[in-house]
């Protein structure tokens, strides 16, 4: 199947510190990939979708300037989490939309996130 | 607006005893339903997925799940639980194959004892 990389699976930083997680297709072009949030023993929050080329769409609720996305390649996308505080310590997870093969998302690792 | 329900947080099975995970949905359009199993501090891998045509999917080690419009349901089941299947769950939908927003349950941790 699809693979997706993600990458760090650990960060530990610095509180005011700016944090950014990569998310890469490595076999197959993503237009969308998509970043989601998961809290301890709960379920899978969508934060925004990343559009390849263009501006990304964010749910509501998710700061904009806070959670930076970059979608600059069609297997590249980058969530950079800014100025981090400690309640911005999380499970970020993203998942990348395989067009070419039924439209599925296959997702990445993860990064844990820890904010000292 | 979609949704998603996972009746039980936690299932425990004996190993080799029949796994029932138990999902419902609403959706306003015809959905696409997946099942997605998450290990300890990894992502989600998908275990099945329904579009559209047979109603009953399998899906990889063992999985499959049945789609029931009447019931608006997608169950997912496994004959004989192994203890390698100790893991959290998630039930999607997605109202264009996945390809768009995927709304998920708030999962099933699966317990699997000797």
């Known amino acids: 199947g699809a693979v997706v990389s993600q990458h760090p699976s650990w960060v530990i930083c610095k509180s005011g510190t700016s944090v950014k997680i990569e998310c890469r297709s490595l076999?197959?072009?993503?237009?969308?990939m998509f970043w989601y949030r998961q809290f301890p023993k709960q379920s899978l929050m969508l934060m925004a979708t990343?559009?390849?080329?263009?501006?990304?769409?964010?749910e509501q609720g998710v700061e904009k300037d806070k959670f930076l996305i970059n979608h600059a390649s069609l297997t590249l996308s980058t969530l950079t989490v800014t100025s981090a505080h400690p309640e911005d310590s999380s499970f970020y997870i993203c998942?990348?939309?395989?067009?070419?093969?039924?439209?599925?998302?296959?997702f990445g690792a993860g990064t844990r996130l820890s904010v000292l | 607006a979609q949704s998603v329900t996972q009746l039980g947080s936690h299932v425990s099975v004996s190993e080799g005893a029949l796994v029932l995970l138990r999902c419902n949905y609403s959706?306003?359009?015809?959905?696409?339903l997946f099942w997605y199993v998450q290990y300890p501090n990894q992502g989600l891998q998908l275990l099945l997925k329904?579009?559209?045509?047979?109603?009953l999917v399998k899906g990889i080690n063992g999985f499959e799940a049945e789609f029931k419009k009447s019931e608006t349901s997608f169950h997912l089941t496994k004959p004989s639980a192994h203890m390698s299947d100790a893991a959290e769950y998630f039930c999607?939908?997605?109202?264009?194959?996945?390809?768009?927003?995927?709304?998920f349950g708030t999962g099933t941790q699966l317990k699997v004892e000797l």
């Open positions: 998942s990348a939309r395989d067009g070419g093969g039924g439209n599925i998302q296959y």
């Open positions: 076999d197959f072009q993503a237009t969308t």
């Open positions: 990343s559009n390849e080329g263009s501006k990304a769409t964010y």
């Open positions: 959706s306003s359009v015809p959905p696409y």
């Open positions: 329904y579009t559209t045509g047979a109603t």
């Open positions: 999607a939908v997605s109202d264009l194959g996945g390809g768009n927003k995927l709304t």
